[in-house]
């Protein structure tokens, strides 16, 4: 089992940047997928982004990409998001989400995630 801790959340002004970070507990963190993802109010939660067990291969939302970068630390059992260039739209709580951890890839980092954190909020003012 795995559980979950994002930290990093706040509120920062358009354009500034933020990086949060997922800390894990337990031992299949270095074989899960790891999976980003945001709900704002009154909105359905949305994938942002997510990291291959391995580090070897990432995917974003077209509305993140080039500006979020996701990166993993498999001995620290962290991931992170670097979030630059933010903007009002960013704003969300967010969560990061880990699958079975069986070290296999996938066709659809979107969906398959069994171990999700509470969540922190990050807010963009204009």
């Known amino acids: 089992q795995l559980q979950l801790t994002e930290t990093g959340g706040g509120l920062v002004q358009t354009g500034e940047s933020l990086t949060l970070s997922c800390t894990a507990s337990g031992r299949t963190f270095p074989t899960a997928n790891i999976g980003w993802f945001r709900q704002a109010p009154g909105k359905d939660r949305e994938f942002v982004a997510a990291i291959k067990w391995s580090g070897s291969y990432t995917t974003y939302a077209d509305s993140v990409k080039g500006r979020f970068t996701v990166s993993r630390h498999n001995g620290e059992k962290v991931a992170r998001l670097q979030m630059n260039n933010v903007k009002p739209e960013d704003t969300a709580v967010y969560y990061c989400?880990?699958?079975?951890?069986?070290?296999?890839?996938?066709?659809?980092?979107?969906?398959?995630?069994?171990?999700w954190g509470q969540g922190t909020q990050v807010t963009v003012s204009p």
């Open positions: 989400a880990a699958d079975s951890g069986r070290a296999i890839g996938t066709v659809d980092y979107t969906r398959g995630y069994y171990y």
